[in-house]
């Protein structure tokens, strides 16, 4: 199964700032994935980024807050703008595995903004 | 509306003591039940998928059903090391002809030695 590399593993950042994460594939992949995971509740699906083309936006989540760059097969990153408290998280970007092996996630970033 | 819905939030178990998890679903174009690991700190992490109703997995100490509006993960005399939150999901058809991914909101268990 593919391997993900999530950077920076976590974070605290001062509201109306910005945070990027960065997702490394160590294969290529069409998808990849983002979601936010709030304390107790489950994992939301963000957007979806494909290469070479503009990411599709789950409803509730707009690219002006969220804008997402995927320049190549194996790379991409999520940019949290305009922080605030309630931007406090985890973020976590995913490839499809396919059938054999599911999804597969990187490590999560927590995001907390104070 | 399509909902997954995991039970219990939480449990505790003796070390030995065999219990179930049950992820009940709501979906329209059921195309795979998934269930993961997920340690703190850490993304979650595949454990199996599971097709159609009749359908088993096992690995190690786990075993997953799934019938046709839920599944269970089954844990045989767990382990500490098996604490964690697990959680299911959901792979659906959309009226679009793509797929969405729905999580519960997991079950978290704790292992006592």
């Known amino acids: 199964s593919a391997v993900i590399s999530q950077k920076p593993s976590r974070d605290i950042c001062q509201r109306g700032t910005s945070l990027t994460i960065q997702c490394q594939v160590d294969?290529?992949?069409?998808?990849m994935f983002w979601y936010r995971q709030q304390p107790g509740q489950s994992l939301t699906l963000i957007a979806t980024?494909?290469?070479?083309?503009?990411?599709?936006?789950e409803s509730g989540f707009v690219i002006d807050k969220f804008p997402i760059s995927r320049p190549n097969l194996t790379f991409s990153t999520l940019t949290v703008s305009n922080l605030s408290p309630e931007d406090s998280s985890i973020y976590l970007c995913?490839?499809?595995?396919?059938?054999?092996?599911?999804?597969?996630f990187g490590s999560g970033t927590r995001l907390t903004v104070v | 509306e399509d909902q997954v819905t995991q039970s219990p939030e939480a449990l505790r178990l003796q070390e030995g003591e065999s219990s179930s998890l049950n992820c009940s679903y709501t979906?329209?174009?059921?195309?795979?039940l998934f269930w993961y690991r997920q340690d703190p700190g850490k993304g979650p992490e595949f454990l199996f998928t599971?097709?159609?109703a009749g359908e088993e997995k096992e690995k190690e100490r786990l075993k997953a059903t799934l019938t046709k509006k839920e599944s269970f993960l089954h844990i045989t005399a767990p382990k500490p090391e098996d604490s964690a939150t697990y959680l299911c999901?959901?792979?659906?058809?959309?009226?679009?002809?793509?797929?969405?991914?729905?999580f519960g909101t997991g079950t978290r268990l704790k292992v006592l030695a």
């Open positions: 599971l097709y159609s």
């Open positions: 979906v329209s174009g059921l195309r795979g």
């Open positions: 995913s490839v499809d595995g396919g059938s054999v092996d599911g999804y597969t």
């Open positions: 294969s290529q992949v069409t998808m």
């Open positions: 999901a959901v792979q659906a058809a959309t009226s679009s002809g793509t797929y969405k991914y729905i």
């Open positions: 980024a494909n290469q070479g083309s503009e990411a599709t936006y």
